[in-house]
């Protein structure tokens, strides 16, 4: 059974930082892309940054650029989002995404609140 988790979401003050953790199976990890999404209340989940198999490739939401990094290492199958200056509309719920097949596997999400 694969599985993909996240960790590292919580209450932060505007301006503060966070690093998301996804922990995914290897058989849909290592020569697959990843992505991180969101979703917040009342509205749809969406793309907040994708990197290749390999690393050395990576995309960005237009809101999170400058902001945001997401790297991975694939030697502890693991994808990570660091995320400085953070605002309150970066509050939602994170979803971690594998590639691996058209319709992707996802994880439960964690939340990540910015609020003073």
């Known amino acids: 059974q694969v599985q993909v988790v996240e960790s590292g979401g919580g209450l932060v003050q505007p301006g503060g930082s966070l690093r998301l953790s996804c922990a995914a199976s290897?058989?849909?990890?290592?020569?697959?892309?990843m992505g991180w999404y969101r979703q917040a209340p009342g509205k749809q989940r969406d793309v907040v940054a994708t990197?290749?198999?390999?690393?050395?490739?990576?995309s960005y939401a237009d809101a999170v650029k400058g902001r945001f990094t997401i790297s991975r290492d694939n030697a502890k199958n693991t994808v990570y989002l660091q995320m400085n200056n953070l605002k309150p509309e970066d509050t939602a719920v994170y979803y971690c995404?594998?590639?691996?097949?058209?319709?992707?596997?996802w994880g439960q999400g964690t939340q990540v609140t910015v609020s003073s």
């Open positions: 290897r058989s849909i990890f290592s020569l697959h892309a």
């Open positions: 990197i290749s198999s390999s690393g050395g490739s990576t």
């Open positions: 995404k594998s590639f691996a097949t058209y319709s992707g596997y």
